[in-house]
Structure formats: structure tokens, C-alpha cells
């Protein structure tokens, strides 16, 4: 019989709601480290992003930040970075054609539809990187790195198998991570490709799904820990479900400052113009997404 000692988890839509995380979240996540799981949260946010968002990075033992680019360990601080920091030229580049970005360690997040400028970029640059999607977030990356390839260096650290691992997550970016954990697990929310793709679809949406994954886990319920029975159920109640599509709040107001192409937030500050264009750039206080005006 299969036991499993870690548990990988998506952040955004995942774990949390609108970058939130319920208590009753929380306490399960406690739980099963109380009962003898790892936990590991492999996210596509920055880490400063992620830290600022969430208050309690201590109950997981590692953070993987970045879409795999950036290892952390909460508890000792380490910061490992796993890939090297962007071209200068591609973020030159950018700025020229006015595209809203946040730079990390390594990652170049934007949004939808500023994927076909990036990837008009790279390949005239001939970098090798590539594009990943999250819902209506856009992410480049070396070729090389993905969800996937972060968890392996943390379940490395860790001295883990990653068919020891149970995985959860609900958009694109999360397949990697969950094609190479023991049991992949969708939460209800997630992208009907998602589910397809996992072995197991929880019943109900985001937090509460990963609470419902982790209570299944701890009673040790033989429809988890086995796997064809998980795959059964992935089948059996993977049919429709009502989908929430709406990620954001609709609409970007009429207020003075324009609203976060990212995270939808007016609170912004203004940047001072660094190449002499006459480009209104603003910094979001929330997320750390460069962005200009629309144009008047
Ligand atoms: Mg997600
Ligand atoms: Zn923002």
C-alpha cells in the first residue's frame, strides 16, 4: 500500500481565494504535518509577492517560488536561487513596447494578451525560454524550468521520492509538478484539462478541496491511497461542474489611478521615468507589477 509523506500544493485558486488562504485551510495544512506530512507549496508568485500575501509561510517546509526558478526553506530563511536572472535585453525590450511586467530572481510575468509581444521577443532574441500560462497569467522562463523541476530540487533537499508525493493544483502551469507526483489531484475548480490529467478531482473548490484531499489522506481512505481506485473516482466525479471563470473583478473603473493589469488592485505607485518617454509608468504596492498608463 502506498503511503505518502509529502503533500505539494499550488497557491493561487489552490490553496487560496483571491490570494487568501481560510483558516480551517491552515489548521488542515497543520494537520497533516502533525500526522507526519511534508508540506511543500509550489507557486508561480515571486517570493517577496508571496510573502507579503501570506502571513504563515512557516507551515510549509519548503516554498517552491517562481514557477520552479526560486527554493526557500521558511524555517532556516535559505534562499536557493535554481536558474539565472532574465536578459537585460529582454526586459529592454518590454519596456519598449510598453509591456506590464514583474521581474523576479529569474521569472517575466504579465498577462494576457501581452504573450505574443513576449513571445515575439524571445524568439527574435533567441533566447531559449519559454512561456507558461496561469489562467489569465502569462510567465517566461528558461526552457529548462518549470513547476517540475523546482519540486524535484525541494523533494531533493528533502530526501524524498516524488512518488511519495501527493500533488494539487488547478491550472496549466501546475501539470508538470502533478505528472510527477505519486497521485496528482485536481481541486474542483480547476481547468477541465487539469482534471482530465489528474487521478483524482476533488468535490469541492480550492481550500476546501485541499482540506477534503487532506482529511481523505489522514483517514488513510483506500479510495486515495490506492491508486486505481483513484483513478475510479477522478472518473466518476470528475463530470461537470460549475465552473467560476471570473478570476477578477470586472472592470477597471474610472479612478485616476489605473487599476494592476495583474492583480486588478488601484493602489499604485508612480515610478519615476527612468528613459526620458513620456510613458506614465506605476509600481502595484500589492504585487509588484510595472505598468503603464492607457495610452489618453
Ligand atoms: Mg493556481
Ligand atoms: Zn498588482
Redo the contacts with the bound molecule.
Sequence with gaps: MATYQAIAT?????LAHDGRVDQPTIDALLRARAAGLATILVTGRELADLLNTFAQPAIFDRIVAENGAVLYQPRTQQLRMLSSPPPPRLLERLAAEAVPVSVGHTIVATVEPHEHVLLAAIRELGIEWHIIF??GAVMALPADVTKATGLAAALDEMGLAADRVVGV???EN?QAFLGMCGLSVAVANALPSVKAAAEMVTKRARGAGVIELIERLLERSADVVHRGAANHRAKTEGGPVAMNTTRFPAGRGGSQSPSCPRCKRADSSDEESQTGSSARWFVCNYCGMRYTSPKS
Design positions: 499550488d497557491y493561487d485558486e489552490t496561469n489562467k493544483g488547478d491550472a501546475d
